[in-house]
Structures are given as C-alpha cells and as structure tokens.
C-alpha cells in the first residue's frame, strides 16, 4: 500500500525516530512460551469439555428416549417401574450424580492430570 | 509463511504454527497496547489476553482483510475496553488539548549540548501525553506504516478523522517542541 505520496519532513521524521527508539521495557523473554502455554491448556479444556458434554448429552439422552418409551405407553399411575423410581428418588438422583462424577472424573480429570504431567515432561 | 497457510495450521492444532504467529505480530500488538495504555503493569496482561482472543475467534477470520489489520483491530477494541473500564475519557478534542511540556528537558536548561536523542525524547514524552485516538493513530502510521485504509479497518475510524488525527496530532507534537526549543520552529514546516 502506498503512503499517499506524503512528502516526509523534519516533523515526520523526528517522530518517527522517537517512536522507533527501543523502549525503556520490553515484553518479558518468557511472553511467547507463557502464552503459548496458555493457549494449549484452553484448546485443551475446550476440547475435553465438549468431548465430555457430548458424551453426556448422548447417555442423558438415551435414557431419556428409553425411560419415555418405558413410561409413556402406559400412562397408568401404577406402572411398577415407574413407581419404583419415584419411590426411591433421592436414590437415584445419587446413583446418577455419582455415575455423573465418575465419568467426568474419567473423561477429564484424569485426562487433565495426564495431561499436566506430560506438559511438564516436555516443558 | 503466508497468512492463509498460517491459520489453516493453526486450525489444525500445530503449536509451530501457534509460535510461529505469535512472533509474527507480538511487536504490532505491543506497540499498539504500550502507546495505548500507559498503565506498564497492565500491558503484558493485556496482550497476552489480545492473543487469547485471537486464537479464540480465528476460525472465524474471514481474510477479507489481512491478518495484521485483523489482529490489530482485537487489540484496539479491546485496549478500548480496557480504558473504558479503567475510567478513561476517550474523546478528547486536540483543540482543548495542551502539549505537557513540563519537566522535560529544554534547550537553555540543560548544560550539556542539546543533542538528538534529548530530541527524541521530548518527541517521545509529548506524543505520551497526547489523546489516546491520536496517539493510536500516529503509532500505527508511523510506526507499523499502515496506510490510512489499514488504519481504518483497525480502528473503524472514517478515512477523514484518521487524517484529521494524523494533522492534528502532528500540530500539537509540533507545538509542543517549538514551545521547548524555539530554534527548531523554521525546520518544523508541515509539508504535504
């Protein structure tokens, strides 16, 4: 791109020799290897916590078709299957939370320690 | 390396091609963030966050500008932020505004000869003290010599402030060393 053909005089000239002249500080030595630490760790986390949420969705979801077609069919007040699960609520509500954690300790806390250990192996 | 090859390998994950963009354009987004925010304590962070949010949004970059403009542009909107949050007044008109030549080293005050690199320095002190907009503008023409159509897509100036900046920008640094060495008044004629 041109400069508009702008003549440069004495005024240009001074500023841009201020402007060029180094710094008292720079950027610390350490700016690209800290950031590009950044950077990984945040794509790592993005691709884990969706790795995670989609396996999720797909096991919630499953079970949610499952449970509608179990239940749906027969909207009798009765359904034993149905009155058992309402029967033992808080139970289940446990059971699901800790199948819950043990995946996402699975999916990403171990993951992330892994990848912590192997992160400083190399760095 | 060029831009498009760049960012498809930085889409594909390769932590060369991360550094590699990096050392790229660290210097354009220092000197836009050092001129623009003046708090040292806060100018690292700061790029380190332009950075972040570059690598965030590049799958949407587009390429209808160049990368440069487009990194430039994240750093200037979020440098704007940044004073926003930080309480700064952003629009101020360079009529209203007085060169702060106090303290600075002046031709009859100092004993030793008053040599280019006191020069540079008065230069340096008085494009510090000048409007944010002004001082974004002069750093990015004369520094990173973008053209005013560059300067546009980073700043989303029109093409007539920028230059109005630019004039106005050039008066005040040009008052403000007449007003610290008056023998430098006849060298200092805007030409154009």
Wanted: with cysteine; hydrophobic share 40%; charged share 25%.
């Amino acid at each position: 791109m041109g400069r508009e053909n702008e003549q440069m005089n004495e005024l240009d000239r001074l500023i841009r020799e201020a402007l060029k002249e180094k710094p008292e500080w720079e950027l610390s030595l350490t700016f690209t290897d800290t950031l590009l630490e950044k950077v990984e760790k945040r794509l790592w986390w993005r691709e884990v916590i969706q790795a995670f949420a989609m396996k999720t969705a797909i096991v919630v979801g499953t079970l949610a078709i499952l449970l509608v077609i179990l239940i749906l069919p027969s909207r009798d007040t009765s359904n034993p299957f149905l009155t058992l699960l309402l029967d033992n609520w808080q139970l289940v509500t446990g059971i699901c939370l800790l199948v819950l954690f043990t995946f996402f300790s699975d999916q990403v806390l171990l993951k992330y320690f892994n990848f912590r250990v192997s992160y400083q192996n190399t760095g | 390396m060029d831009d498009a090859t760049l960012i498809e390998q930085v889409l594909a994950g390769n932590t060369h091609a991360n550094r590699f963009l990096i050392e790229k354009y660290k210097n354009l987004v220092w000197h836009m963030v050092l001129r623009m925010v003046s708090q040292q304590e806060d100018v690292e962070d700061l790029c380190q966050e332009v950075f972040l949010r570059v690598f965030k949004d590049i799958g949407k970059f587009r390429g209808e500008s160049k990368l440069s403009t487009w990194i430039g542009a994240i750093a200037y909107n979020m440098c704007i932020t940044y004073l926003r949050k930080k309480g700064k007044n952003l629009v101020v008109p360079v009529e209203d505004y007085t060169p702060v030549t106090a303290g600075m080293p002046s031709e009859d005050s100092a004993d030793k000869a008053f040599d280019k690199n006191n020069m540079k320095k008065i230069v340096h002190q008085i494009i510090e003290s000048l409007p944010v907009q002004y001082r974004t503008v002069i750093t990015l023409f004369y520094l990173e010599e973008l053209s005013y159509k560059e300067i546009e897509e980073i700043t989303g100036m029109p093409d007539g402030t920028i230059k109005s900046y630019l004039n106005r920008g050039r008066q005040a640094i040009r008052e403000g060393i007449i007003k610290l060495v008056p023998d430098m008044q006849p060298e200092l004629q805007v030409t154009k």
